[in-house]
């Protein structure tokens, strides 16, 4: 069984730094593109980043240049470094697994970290 | 790549049939999904490939669509499925969501 479990949310003052981790069970990241979605408050889900299982990297351009996707094999974790935050990224981090099996998609989710960016 | 959903919110009752459509600003062949989200959860992928029903989804969800215009369809809404249903794009980067649609 798989899962995927956020951790390292919290309250940041704009300028701020934070860094999230995903602890996965059931997959390897490695071998896998691993995901960073998330979602403002009463808002819609963004797209902010993937990393690829050969460590070829994207960002949404909302987050490009002040986020830094990475994982450390040994631990089997998917991280998000997110420096300058700024207010408008306050949202719920949602780590995910895209499946390229077929057709590509997200099919499995962390259950969120919740960030909060405020002075 | 804009994906446009329409309606925004639509009321139903248990029972009706609901129709839910995503509009891609270009070709996206049928690189979209569907996903369902309830209040304080994450969401939970329901349709892949535009039409291909993910293990354990009821079959009373359907996808169906490709290009640039797809559907959503929920045959017989039931109490369970009140709840936020987003399209979602894997053709090029930026990938993309729609802006949602809330079933009340």
């Known amino acids: 069984e798989v899962h995927l479990v956020e951790s390292g949310g919290g309250l940041v003052q704009p300028g701020g730094s934070l860094r999230l981790s995903c602890a996965a069970s059931g997959i390897t990241v490695s071998s896998n593109y691993m995901s960073w979605v998330r979602q403002a408050p009463v808002r819609g889900l963004e797209w902010v980043s993937v990393?690829?299982?050969?460590?070829?990297?994207y960002y949404a351009d909302s987050v490009k240049g002040r986020f830094t996707i990475s994982r450390d094999n040994s631990k089997n974790t998917l991280y998000l470094q997110m420096n300058n935050l700024r207010a408008e990224d306050t949202a719920v981090y949602y780590c995910?697994?895209?499946?390229?099996?077929?057709?590509?998609?997200?099919?499995?989710w962390g259950q969120g970290t919740l960030v909060t960016v405020s002075s | 790549i804009q994906l446009t959903q329409s309606p925004s919110s639509l009321s139903a009752s248990v029972g009706d049939r609901v129709t839910i459509t995503c509009r891609a600003s270009?070709?996206?062949?049928?690189?979209l999904g569907w996903y369902q989200q309830k209040p304080g959860k994450a969401p939970k992928l329901l349709i892949y490939?535009?039409?291909t029903l993910q293990s354990g989804v009821p079959s009373r969800f359907s996808g169906s669509g490709s290009g640039t215009d797809f559907t959503l369809t929920l045959s017989s809404l039931q109490p369970e499925d009140f709840a936020a249903y987003y399209c979602q794009q894997f053709k090029s980067y930026p990938w993309t969501f729609g802006q949602g649609t809330k079933v009340e």
């Open positions: 990393l690829e299982s050969g460590e070829t990297t």
């Open positions: 995910t697994r895209i499946n390229r099996d077929s057709t590509w998609h997200y099919d499995y």
């Open positions: 270009q070709d996206i062949n049928s690189n």
């Open positions: 490939g535009a039409s």
